[in-house]
Nanobody, 130 residues
Framework: QVQLVESGGGAVQPGGSLRLSCVGS????????IAWFRQAPGKEREGISC??????????SYADSVKGRFTISRDNAKNTVYLQMNSLKPEDTAVYSC?????????????????????WGQGTQVTVSS
């Protein structure tokens, strides 16, 4: 069983950047596909990026809303998955959470479905405002 803790959120102006971290404990994070989700007030949880386990194909997936601006990556030595967020917009404001899938090694075609993930962090707030 893996525990996930996110950090790196905060307040930033439009056009700015943040890097979120998802640190795993209790297990090797590299054995899990890890996804980032976000949820804004009054909206459904949205899957924004996924990276397969180190045994998978390694190809990341992105939602159209963040493609070209966000980059997901792993540092297995630190048991951490990162989400680099550039060119932030006010509509990126949300609580961002990471999640781990204990069943499949890859980010499959339904990677954006929250119910596919077994372990979740507590979330970190990102606010983009001028």
């Amino acid at each position: 069983q893996v525990q996930l803790v996110e950090s790196g959120g905060g307040a930033v102006q439009p056009g700015g950047s943040l890097r979120l971290s998802c640190v795993g404990s209790g297990d090797t994070l590299g054995t899990y596909p890890i996804a980032w989700f976000r949820q804004a007030p009054g909206k459904e949880r949205e899957g924004i990026s996924c990276i397969s386990s180190t045994d998978g194909d390694g190809t990341p997936s992105y939602a159209d809303s963040v493609k070209g601006r966000f980059t997901i990556s792993r540092d297995n030595a630190k048991n951490t998955v990162y989400l680099q967020m550039n060119s932030l917009k006010p509509e990126d404001t949300a609580v961002y959470s990471c999640a781990a899938d204990s069943v499949w090694p890859l980010c499959g075609s339904s990677w954006e479905t929250p119910n596919n993930y077994d372990y979740w962090g507590q979330g970190t707030q990102v606010t983009v405002s001028s």
